[in-house]
């Protein structure tokens, strides 16, 4: 199979096959997510809280990303890799957003980039598009904003429809290839997936978007604490990997470790 591009995507919609993407960070998960056939992958942001030990996504750096994009970019031979584009690297000019964006096709290798925001975020949009960098909107709940939005609250809801379908029609005439919309209700999502010819990617966003995203260690129980209510836990890799150092350690204490088959003969 050769790799996943924007045609790719947009032939699914057409067909209604849904698809799963799913965010990565490094190369084993890069690896395994790819093998399984996950389509996209998504260096996100959300490294801040998944990664590097942040409580939201506003620390996060371009410099921080750009080595984890590299990574996961090298180690999926199919699915198509968008990188993230993290607070203040691109909301000054779409000048800033190329110049951003660049870094990351060109050290990143990534084939696409993703930025927050509706229609404020046209012009940006419309300049990476004209210099040959797919851009993924992200309407919603946004999270580089949640000082702004007051935090973690569902977007959109009663007046505030029209303006988030207002928003994504905006993107799609820019020429964003798919649009993110995180912590939308339900029917509003389906509504703007109807009006969209290109596909949308939900996030507590409802089953009618026309593909899914989850942050792996969500997705894979790694993370401990209360996960959001969009969140289901398909394993419980915190709970496996909490067991196997268990029980290495009393193997260590007991001496059942390191056996004679796993040391070095004269
Ligand atoms: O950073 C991220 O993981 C994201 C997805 C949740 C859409 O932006
Ligand atoms: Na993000």
């Known amino acids: 199979q050769r790799r996943i591009r924007i045609p790719h995507l947009q032939a699914m919609k057409e067909k209604g ?47 921080h990303l750009v ?27 779409p000048q800033q957003a190329l110049a951003t964006a660049t870094r990351f096709m060109k050290e990143g290798m990534a084939h696409a980039v993703k930025l927050e925001g509706g ?14 960098i797919p851009v993924m909107g992200h ?15 569902v977007q959109g809801r009663g007046d505030k429809a029209d303006r988030l379908v207002e928003d994504a029609l ?18 509003l999502a389906a509504r703007v997936t109807e009006v969209l010819s290109i596909p949308t990617i939900g996030i507590g966003a409802g089953p009618e978007c026309d593909a899914q995203v989850l942050v792996w260690q969500d997705m894979a129980g790694l993370r401990g604490g209360k996960a959001p209510r969009f969140v289901k836990k398909y394993a419980d890799l915190r709970g496996t990997l909490g067991d196997a150092a268990k029980a290495y350690a009393a193997d260590v204490a007991s001496g059942a470790f390191p056996a004679p088959e796993q040391s070095f003969a004269e």
């Open 67 to 93: 080595p984890l994009v590299r990574a996961v970019t090298s180690a999926a031979k199919h699915a198509m890799v968008v990188a993230d584009l993290p607070f203040g690297s691109y909301q000054a000019s």
């Open 170 to 187: 905006a993107l799609e005439r820019a020429g964003c290839f798919a649009v993110v919309m995180e912590m939308v209700p339900a029917p």
């Open 17 to 63: 096959e849904k698809w799963a993407m799913l965010t990565a960070y490094d190369m084993y998960a890069a690896e395994i997510f790819d093998e399984a056939g996950i389509p996209v992958l998504l260096v996100g942001d959300s490294a801040g809280n998944n990664v590097y030990g942040f409580e939201t996504t506003v620390p996060v750096t371009v410099d």
């Open 139 to 153: 309407i919603g709940f946004t999270p580089q904003s949640e000082h702004v939005l007051g935090g973690y609250r």
């Open 119 to 132: 229609a404020a975020m046209v012009p940006e949009v419309e300049l990476l598009v004209r210099a040959g």
